[in-house]
């Protein structure tokens, strides 16, 4: 089966740095995707991955190890704008986008 | 770049009525289009995807009958949710993604369309 497994929930401080780890099994694998989703509001796109390693851009960065299924969204720097959920998405053999739950991140002053 | 619109953003309708969601991209060509519901504090759940001048393809449990899909050119779909009722009461979000794109199979998302059956 096709399974995404992510903290339900996290919280942080403005200014800090976190790190919202998504673990994942799919049937083939295409590349993931990182997408932050406000409350009432559709998902927008943060990150792709196809290749391990990692990826910065700004004040984000995500990782990808496809050898352990496993992924990672780093935020630094903090601001209460980042509050949202954070949805990891993997791409499986058939393109097409397999969604967890998301973890919701609390940003506190 | 990479714009999608959907319409309307908010939507009441009394049971058994029809309701009528649009989604456009704006500048670009979208070759596939995907709609999406999400319940409060769910994922997201796929519905069906459509390509253009072909039918959708739904996913399982998604009655075919009731969400009428329609992609009748690269820049429009419509989703009809036939007979409404108060459970398919949900945020109703639908995608496109272009082979132009320059991350193949990102999707782009519209803002999301709240269905409220009474």
């Known amino acids: 089966g096709q399974n995404i497994d992510q903290p339900t929930e996290m919280t942080a401080t403005e200014g800090a740095i976190v790190q919202i780890n998504c673990t994942y099994q799919t049937s083939g694998f295409n590349g993931l995707f990182w997408y932050q989703q406000h409350a009432g509001e559709a998902p927008t796109f943060l990150s792709y991955n196809v290749l391990d390693g990692l990826e910065e851009k700004g004040r984000f960065s995500s990782f990808l190890s496809r050898s352990k299924g496993y992924s990672y969204l780093l935020l630094k720097e903090l601001q209460m704008k980042d509050s949202a959920s954070y949805l990891c998405a993997p791409l499986d053999s058939n393109y097409q986008l397999i969604w967890g739950a998301g973890t919701k991140l609390i940003i506190k002053p | 770049g990479a714009v999608v619109s959907q319409h309307p953003s908010r939507v009441i309708c009394k049971s058994g009525t029809s309701v009528k969601i649009e989604c456009r991209s704006l500048d670009f060509q979208a070759t596939t289009m995907f709609w999406y519901r999400q319940f409060p504090k769910q994922s997201l759940m796929l519905m069906a995807t459509s390509n253009e001048g072909s039918k959708a393809t739904y996913e399982q449990g998604v009655e075919k009958d009731k969400f009428l899909i329609n992609h009748a050119s690269l820049t429009l779909s419509t989703l009809t949710v036939t007979s409404a009722h108060p459970e398919d009461s949900s945020f109703y979000i639908c995608?496109?993604?272009?082979?132009?794109?320059?991350?193949?199979?990102?999707?782009?998302f519209g803002p999301g369309t709240r269905l409220t059956v009474t």
């Open positions: 995608s496109a993604a272009g082979s132009q794109d320059r991350v193949s199979y990102e999707q782009y």
